[in-house]
């Protein structure tokens, strides 16, 4: 899915990036301000106080959690910082009139009737190597909001692949399979895995990744051989994800040019690896039959 962030080096720091996040939520973007919830680290009386006393959330509505949710870093050592999250809440108003506990969020969290839709991180340590948390000279902000989870929230939808975001992805799937997308029919996850790595494959290869047996090339080739298994689900036997990421390159390219400038090579190369897998898909159903005939036990 996609990231939206923004950055700060040395300039800005905690009270400004929690003011921003707010006034984009609740005035930019329009979402009402009682259907979220904050959550700050544990250790972080700063955070919750801007939150409280600068935005004016009730302090019922903010939490605190510990390391595992609320506290980033990208190594055992270096740059890190606690968390602020941002949920929105999916329930219905007079759910939404009682009051709930810290236990209750993380709860409804894990069940998704709260969804998580931007991530403050206060880049402010440096972790050495004996686990010591030293202050950084230029404190930073390294934030990410999900795109899809927003228009999830702002279209009404409680999925993501139940947006205008995915609706032509879903919809080139299929007129393809000769029947329309229903979200209750138990192949619906098979038109969502065609369309969602549709979009992993088209913007890989784009970016030049190529499939191979190791690393970020293999990554794409299980992306893609997991597709074309689904579309085996839904019974084709021809290449059927180049087509999907057709249609990629053709609703997203006006805000991604390289797909369009790659697209004869994003397009070859999916289509000659589906081809490559569908014939291993063959050559090992030959040889199944070869060793468990139909009439046998």
């Known amino acids: ?17 929690v003011r921003f996040a707010w006034e984009f939520l609740t005035e930019d973007l329009g979402l009402e301000g009682d259907r979220l919830w904050v959550t700050v680290h544990d250790s972080d ?4 106080r801007l939150w409280v006393e600068d935005v004016g959330v009730p302090a019922e509505r ?5 390391d595992a949710d609320n506290f980033w870093q990208m190594a055992d050592t270096g740059p890190c910082g606690p968390c602020s999250e941002l949920h929105y809440d999916l329930r219905s108003k007079t759910e939404r009139a009682r009051d709930i506990d810290r236990e209750t969020f993380v709860e409804l969290s894990d069940a998704g009737d709260i969804v998580e839709i931007w991530n403050l991180v206060f880049m402010q340590y ?19 909001a999900g795109l899809e989870r927003l228009a999830t929230v702002l279209q009404g939808e409680t999925n993501n692949f139940h947006t205008d975001l995915f609706a032509p992805l879903l919809e080139r799937v299929g007129e393809i399979v000769g029947r329309s997308y229903d979200r209750d029919r138990d192949d619906a996850v098979s038109f969502r895995v065609l369309a969602d790595h549709a979009r ?12 191979s047996n190791e690393g970020r090339g293999y ?11 689904h579309a085996w689900l839904l019974g084709l036997r021809v290449p059927t994800l180049v087509r999907v990421v057709e249609r990629v ?49």
């Open 1 to 17: 899915f996609e990231m939206l962030g923004n950055f700060s080096f040395g300039d800005y720091f905690k009270p400004d990036a």
């Open 45 to 48: 009386d700063e955070a919750e």
């Open 62 to 66: 903010v939490f605190r959690l510990g």
């Open 126 to 144: 440096d972790r050495d190597e004996a686990g010591t948390l030293n202050p950084l000279p230029a404190p930073s902000i390294d934030t990410g």
């Open 200 to 211: 992993a494959v088209a913007f890989l290869l784009a970016d030049g990744v190529f499939p």
């Open 219 to 229: 990554v794409l080739r299980r992306i893609l051989r997991r597709a074309v298994r």
């Open 249 to 297: 390159i053709e609703t997203m390219s006006d805000i991604y040019p390289e797909l369009d400038q790659r697209s004869e090579h994003v397009l070859a190369t999916t289509r000659a690896e589906e081809e490559r897998f569908l014939a291993t898909i063959e050559g090992g159903l030959d040889r199944f039959d070869q060793l468990a005939p139909a009439g046998g036990p």
